[in-house]
């Protein structure tokens, strides 16, 4: 039986990539339901990590693999 305390249970994730995270209620108030979402750490350091991984890829030469 759950507690008679609790209001709600609901729990919010993130996903860029393959990398699933659970933001805290801090970051779900200061990033994730705001415009300023991409200050997020996870956000920045996901999102920079994607688009270096598509520079590799995109200077590979067709028929070449990394």
Known sequence: MKCPYL???IV???KID???YVPSLFQL???CKTKV???CPF???NVSKMNRKK???SQIPA???A
Request: charged share 40%; aromatic share 16%.
């Open 29 to 31: 108030n200061e990033y």
């Open 63 to 65: 028929g070449e693999y």
């Open 37 to 39: 979402h991409k200050r």
């Open 18 to 20: 393959d990398r699933t």
């Open 7 to 9: 209001n709600r249970w």
């Open 55 to 57: 520079e590799t890829n």
């Open 43 to 45: 956000f920045i350091k």
């Open 12 to 14: 919010a994730t993130c």
